[in-house]
């Protein structure tokens, strides 16, 4: 057996390997992701479970801001819709395993914190083309999972030091097809199966999937365009080049975005980054 066989054998091992949720969190995203499965059943299994409901309550109170103060899940299914708080305990959920699952490695709040800066600028997007509000909170709870599958390598790779990010803007594109040459597989495939296996929403598994190849060959993944375009609303490029140079007109287009919504997305999200610092 080859390096490469021996070391994409130890990833699908580790992604294999990785805890299920607890039960009622399983059981309620099991129902989430099944397309015959309405918002009222939804809330029947939440509100037939005072524990879980409770908890989703006061997570949703926490994520959404305490300035919603949401007395009943109804509440906050109001505000929000019901799949990003179904979504959102499965997120938190995941967020636990990963600190527990992935704790070797050194530099593990690379992640965490790469992770928060794109949800940021999925939501900020997503508001920007007008999206209804729960699939806004989709798109952000997307970006918060997006690079899991680059933490399986590093623990299968037995690179627990080295840091957790370090794409260059230029091999965004590209890193993908590296990875795969060398590994059989790569990080954005990785996160799209721990995405699976944990029961989130297709279109996360997407996202997750095309966020480094949104556009190939004509062949256009939008999921995975708002989290690619996500991580240049979050950077800091003043002169303009890293925009120029990666972001096609074409993927733009697509997304039915202008240069003009890309710069007032930037410069949303640096002003919420400046209110954060305060």
């Not at 598994?205 to 190939?216: A, K, M, S, W």
């Amino acid at each position: 057996m080859n390096n490469r066989t021996e070391l994409s054998n130890r990833i699908t091992q580790l992604v294999e390997s990785l805890p299920l949720f607890p039960t009622d969190i399983d059981r309620l995203l099991s129902a989430a992701v099944k397309p015959s499965t309405d918002g009222a059943e939804l809330m029947r299994l939440i509100e037939s479970d005072p524990k879980l409901r409770d908890e989703l309550l006061n997570l949703s109170r926490s994520y959404f801001g305490k300035d919603r103060d949401f007395q009943t899940i109804a509440d906050a299914v109001r505000d929000v819709g019901i799949q990003p708080l179904v979504q959102l305990i499965g997120i938190s959920y995941a967020r636990h395993v990963i600190q527990d699952e992935f704790a070797s490695l050194k530099y593990l709040n690379e992640y965490v914190d790469h992770s928060e800066e794109v949800s940021v600028g999925c939501r900020i997007l997503a508001e920007i083309m007008d999206m209804p509000r729960d699939e806004c909170e989709v798109y952000a709870l997307a970006g918060l999972i997006h690079d899991v599958g680059r933490l399986a390598i590093l623990v299968a790779s037995d690179k627990t030091g080295s840091h957790v990010l370090g794409t260059l803007w230029d091999k965004m594109a590209t890193i993908v097809q590296e990875e795969k040459a060398a590994l059989g597989t790569n990080h954005c495939e990785v996160g799209s199966q721990i995405c699976r296996k944990w029961k989130l929403l297709p279109d996360i598994q997407e996202g997750v999937l095309r966020h480094h190849t949104p556009l190939v060959d004509g062949d256009f993944s939008f999921q995975g365009g708002i989290i690619f375009v996500s991580h240049f609303v979050s950077a800091s490029d003043p002169s303009g080049e890293i925009i120029s140079t990666v972001l096609p007109d074409e993927l733009f287009e697509k997304l039915n975005l202008s240069r003009a919504d890309f710069n007032r997305a930037t410069q949303i999200y640096r002003n919420r980054l400046r209110i954060d610092k305060l």
